[in-house]
């Protein structure tokens, strides 16, 4: 059994632009499975978002909400969720300022209102319907992660106030809200910590802003080709592209995998 821990994005990573799996991904991924190697999902994505995904790739350990929730093998090893005051704060600056939020716990979303273009553009990049509607969601619940619908720099007004919050734009319309000082990182220290396995053996594949995090700690991060030039400065390596089967090159490429 090797003892090395492999992360795995999924939007840009694992699924290409139009949110399918390249069949060479599947390959390589069950490769790795077969040699032992413990494969992991981190994303900013709630677990009920790619139950599905986890299905097809026969992988049940993994990073949700950017991470705020963290499973291995389907039992839950760390939970962080956001303070029902701070959430409560932030949601009544967001209904003064127009804008729409949605509220996510392990389960299932709930948006504050309907039929907002800003929820349909982002959700729908996603593949996902639109949320239900409950503005109230958020009281007596683990929320992990909530999202807040603003253009770009309509999010610096929420930042300037002092709250206990992270903001980490994912859409044009749409901004990840974590606990302050969470990320993929932390939920990687956590899982690490729970199998006991050195940092030196760790390895993470990403391409978004909230990879940034999880490439720098790792002693292995691996940027995609798509991932903008400020992700790829914090990594140790950059395979190719997405569409150009960037993660099974990037598994040979750090020798996870052997060349063919």
């Given at each position: 059994?090797?003892?090395?821990?492999?992360?795995?994005?999924?939007?840009?990573?694992?699924?290409?632009?139009?949110?399918?799996?390249?069949?060479?991904?599947?390959?390589?991924?069950?490769?790795?499975?077969?040699?032992?190697?413990?494969?992991?999902?981190?994303?900013?994505?709630?677990?009920?978002?790619?139950?599905?995904?986890?299905?097809?790739?026969?992988?049940?350990?993994?990073?949700?909400?950017?991470?705020?929730?963290?499973?291995?093998?389907?039992?839950?090893?760390?939970?962080?969720?956001?303070?029902e005051g701070e959430l409560e704060a932030?949601?009544?600056?967001?209904i003064q300022s127009g804008h729409p939020?949605?509220?996510?716990?392990?389960?299932?979303?709930?948006?504050?209102?309907?039929?907002?273009?800003?929820?349909?553009?982002?959700?729908?990049?996603?593949?996902?319907?639109?949320?239900?509607?409950?503005?109230?969601?958020?009281?007596?619940?683990?929320?992990?992660?909530?999202?807040?619908?603003?253009?770009?720099?309509?999010?610096?007004?929420?930042?300037?106030?002092?709250?206990?919050?992270?903001?980490?734009?994912?859409?044009?319309?749409?901004?990840?809200?974590?606990?302050?000082?969470?990320?993929?990182?932390?939920?990687?220290?956590?899982?690490?910590?729970?199998?006991?396995?050195?940092?030196?053996?760790?390895?993470?594949?990403?391409?978004?802003?909230?990879?940034?995090?999880?490439?720098?700690?790792?002693?292995?991060?691996?940027?995609?080709?798509?991932?903008?030039?400020?992700?790829?400065?914090?990594?140790?390596?950059?395979?190719?592209?997405?569409?150009?089967?960037?993660?099974?090159?990037?598994?040979?490429?750090?020798?996870?995998?052997?060349?063919?």
């Amino acid at each position: 059994m090797s003892n090395k821990l492999v992360f795995l994005d999924i939007d840009g990573t694992i699924v290409d632009h139009n949110k399918k799996i390249p069949e060479e991904t599947k390959k390589s991924i069950a490769l790795l499975q077969q040699k032992g190697i413990e494969v992991a999902i981190a994303t900013g994505r709630a677990p009920f978002m790619f139950a599905d995904l986890r299905e097809e790739l026969g992988i049940h350990s993994y990073i949700s909400f950017n991470g705020q929730y963290v499973v291995h093998e389907g039992n839950v090893i760390y939970e962080n969720p956001l303070l029902e005051g701070e959430l409560e704060a932030l949601y009544d600056q967001a209904i003064q300022s127009g804008h729409p939020m949605v509220f996510l716990n392990e389960a299932g979303m709930r948006a504050s209102e309907s039929d907002h273009t800003h929820i349909t553009d982002s959700i729908g990049s996603l593949k996902l319907p639109y949320p239900e509607i409950d503005p109230e969601f958020y009281k007596g619940k683990s929320i992990y992660q909530a999202l807040l619908f603003c253009k770009h720099g309509e999010e610096d007004r929420y930042k300037e106030e002092p709250r206990q919050l992270d903001f980490i734009r994912w859409h044009d319309y749409s901004i990840d809200v974590i606990p302050e000082g969470g990320s993929k990182a932390e939920g990687i220290k956590h899982f690490m910590n729970a199998l006991g396995v050195d940092q030196q053996h760790t390895y993470a594949f990403g391409d978004g802003l909230n990879d940034r995090e999880m490439l720098g700690f790792v002693a292995n991060g691996i940027a995609m080709g798509n991932a903008s030039d400020e992700i790829k400065a914090v990594a140790n390596y950059v395979t190719k592209n997405v569409d150009e089967n960037g993660l099974s090159h990037g598994f040979r490429l750090v020798g996870l995998l052997e060349d063919e």
